[in-house]
């Protein structure tokens, strides 16, 4: 029997994100979908079918009770796409090799759909489109937060000028956490971005690495393990 070695859920999850959008209206390479009018009609079509719509999820309708799960293979443009991926490629593999690939995909899935629906409920009466996997990389780098602590990550603060520094994950994941909860104290007044999902999703994560392995899980990560950015 093949043992499956290394973050291949993290992987998968990546490059099906990746190919979601590639063949979709959004990315803006597949001229099926036409141009102009047309391509923006077929853009807005595509993220109503397949992302998060609050007041229609709420309403209970059958034809919208998945769209928690398939909302987070949606990306709402280039740079959300890239952004999500490298935090997930980032904190992902690491914490995948300690969950396991199953406990890991559920735990991915879970976190993300959860969050989606706590956002959803908060902004029960929206017609606007939530997408994204977002929530679903919060509940990793919450998990990921209790997990390693100490992993040094190489981060770039747009304060200090985008200059690479190496700062232990704790200092970065909650300064990250904190801008969060800032922005969603703020009714999550930026178009398209659903910071109290993030919030959600991280304390979620948190809390279930925190329930799942108590304090003896902490583990002193390779000092070159994780690089990445502090900011998405």
């Known amino acids: 029997m093949i043992a499956w070695r290394g973050p291949l859920v993290t992987y998968a999850v990546i490059g099906a994100c990746f190919l979601v959008f590639l063949i979709s209206p959004v990315s803006g390479l597949n001229p099926s979908y036409g141009t102009g009018d047309t391509l923006l009609a ?8 397949w992302g998060i719509v609050p007041a229609e999820l709420l309403s209970g309708s059958p034809d919208v009770l998945l769209s928690p799960l398939t909302a987070l293979f949606v990306s709402g443009s280039w740079l959300h796409l ?3 991926m490298l935090f997930l490629y980032v904190f992902g593999a690491m914490t995948e090799e300690r969950l396991g690939h199953l406990e890991f995909a559920l735990f991915y899935a879970a976190s993300g759909c959860l969050a989606l629906l706590a956002y959803a409920a908060a902004h ?3 017609d606007q489109t939530l997408v994204g996997a977002s ?7 919450g998990a990921f937060l209790h997990l390693f602590p100490r992993a040094r990550v190489t981060s ?8 690479p520094l190496r700062f232990p994950a704790w200092i970065v994941l909650i300064f990250w956490f904190v ?11 930026g178009p398209g971005v659903a910071y109290l999902a993030h919030v959600v999703g991280f304390c979620l994560g948190f809390l279930y690495a925190w329930v799942r392995f108590g ?6 990560a390779h000092p070159a393990a994780t690089e ?5």
């Open 124 to 126: 029960a009466g929206s």
């Open 82 to 84: 890239l952004g999500n």
């Open 156 to 163: 770039l603060f747009p304060f200090l000028f985008f200059l």
């Open 228 to 232: 990445g950015e502090g900011q998405p």
């Open 215 to 220: 304090r003896g899980a902490r583990v002193k």
């Open 135 to 141: 929530g679903a990389i919060s509940g990793v780098l």
């Open 179 to 189: 801008l969060q909860w800032l922005a969603a104290r703020g009714a999550d007044s």
């Open 42 to 49: 077929a853009q807005s079509s595509y993220f109503r079918r």
